[in-house]
């Protein structure tokens, strides 16, 4: 099992990058560098490449629409080349607020463009000159929509790697279903492992069946906060706001993604009111909602020992890389979790 980290540059970005080298010393596999409505991801990434030696490094994750597919194949193939091969591709949909309220592009077609975008950067890496025509994208642009002077080009450059890897963020039954067929990595949020066959096992399960053997064993990225003592349980309440707002604000009724997957758990009561109090503007009233047993279960808070038994949950659902957010309040302190967890998955 890896062992993961996002970035968390709250105290600065170079700081943070500074500091990733004694958590790479310490035995952290793989860093990931989210876009949201932030600064771009890229540029850290490159940044981050620089400044590291061993560390794999993923987007967690960039948005399938803020980019065209072959800006985001070209992207990918320079960052595995400044890395040296260190690069994975991390994908999603994200969702309409910052698709539609940050970059002005329609949210339309999640699915659909995510496995045409695959496709496409495939195309590129492989150094093919690029013609599709699909329903989302068209390359290059026929005549008729353009001046007639687009032709099928291929990659100046020759990647470092024909197939870089690509993980895609998916919850929904359809989209963990074109994941398990045509993504080396899945990255699933609020993974629950006792719950997660129940909910997801029937999409993995048709989507590894069309899966092409090249393609290896489906990576299962799971996240957990992480803190390790007799006395840090009550860290867990620092994840009520996070999962109110995306289980509470991520989307209008009918339209949330995260709230479906707090119903599918069995939370449908506390989903409903959790959505109806953050929508009123009533933040901390639906933080308060979160389930304790949700917030334990997504967490690696408390004992050595209650961590070693959600770590054996954890393996034995199918998780392959486990991407924690260590709790502490000295970086020696964070690094040394780095340390302990690293020990215990081993």
Partial sequence: MRIGMALNYAGGFKESVAELADYEKAGLDIVFVAEAYSFDAVSQMGYI????????????????????????????????????????????????????GFHGVPYTAPLGRTREVIEICRQVWRRERVQYDGRHYTVPLPPDQGTGLGKPLKLINHPVRPRIPIMIAAIGPKNVELTAELAEGWEPIFYLPEKAADVWGASLAAGKAKRDPELGELDVVAHATLAIGDDVAGLREFGRPMAALYIGGMGAKGRNFYNDLARRYGYEKEAEQIQDLYLEGKKDEAAALVPAELLEKTSLIGSEGFVRDRVRALKESGVTTLNVAPIAKTHEDRVRLIEQIKEIVS
């Avoid at 061993?54 to 948005?63: H, K, V």
């Avoid at 065209?68 to 690069?87: C, K």
């Avoid at 994975?88 to 910052?98: E, W, Y």
């Fill in 49 to 100: 490449a620089a400044r590291t030696e061993r560390l794999q490094i993923a987007s967690g994750i960039l948005p399938i629409y803020s980019r065209t597919p072959t800006l985001l194949a070209m992207t990918a193939a320079g960052l595995d080349y400044v890395s040296d091969g260190r690069f994975t591709l991390g994908l999603g949909a994200s969702g309409p607020q910052v698709i539609e």
